[in-house]
């Protein structure tokens, strides 16, 4: 597969921002190094990682550094399985996130469609070891879609409490098979919706739980494709979304289809406030985990940006 040829034309507006803090970048990478821990910062290279690694704030990527998914966007390392997982994960990411202070923690995994609960059990322990180590942290989870075990997927790791649960539909309805092999556009829509009753049903007393979902531009969709799927997530009672640019990992990937103009992101900003999200981050380089704290913030009526 080759480069898309507009894929190293990056148009003035990609500009990536250098670290805030580079004392804070350094101490980051220490402390992801010294506990043996991946970040999706690094895996899927996120442009963004000099801003966020300099404010202090990393994305914890856990059951591994192997995706048994083949996505074609995406640059995590893929096989058919994954690798043994580390029983001391859950504590050593703890322990990371109390020693970078960290006020909402944001956590995401590889698909591990080789592990008969898609690594449930493990999420649920990442999540009980966040909550007692770090008790005044709010805990986002990014993941995935528990192919073939969804429903006690979904009860393992929403009895663990988390703040805000997250799955990410990723593209449109139309381009999904495309890109994602294995992936499924209402699946997805499902998952979202059904742990919102999952929680309800099973822990009235806990209060709300906050979902969101992001979707990735520039894959073959069309600007109101995009719409269409913040739509389809609203009906399904998704309360954030997220929408940025794709870049092409590699000449082996997925090629970039387009730059998509800012006048996108405003419309898609403008659509999704009046579709009624609770929070709506659409910009060229925002990824799920780009400012997550605020996104939640904005979407409690803590904060009154809705719109980044
Ligand atoms: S946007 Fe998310 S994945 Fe990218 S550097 Fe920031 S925290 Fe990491």
Known sequence: M???PIAK????WMTVRAPSQR?????LVEIVREGGLHTVCEEARCPNIGEC????TATFQILGETCTRACRYCAVTSRKRGEELDPLEPAKLAAAAERMGLEHVVVTSVDRDDLADGGAAHWAQTIRALKRRCPGAT?????PD???CEEAALVTVLEAAPDVFNHNIETCRRVQPIVRVKGDYDRALRLLARARQVWVERWPERGSLLTKSGIVAGMGETDDEIVETMRDLRAHDVDVVTIGQYLQPTAKHLPLDRWVPLE???RFRAEGAAIGFGSVFAGPLVRSSYRASEQRLAATGESRVIAY
């Open 146 to 148: 528990f192919l073939g």
């Open 2 to 4: 080759p480069w898309s």
């Open 264 to 266: 996108s992101f405003r």
């Open 23 to 27: 004392s804070r970048f350094g101490e």
């Open 139 to 143: 805990v986002e989870v990014l993941v």
């Open 53 to 56: 690694w300099g404010r202090g």
């Open 9 to 12: 034309e990056r148009p003035p």
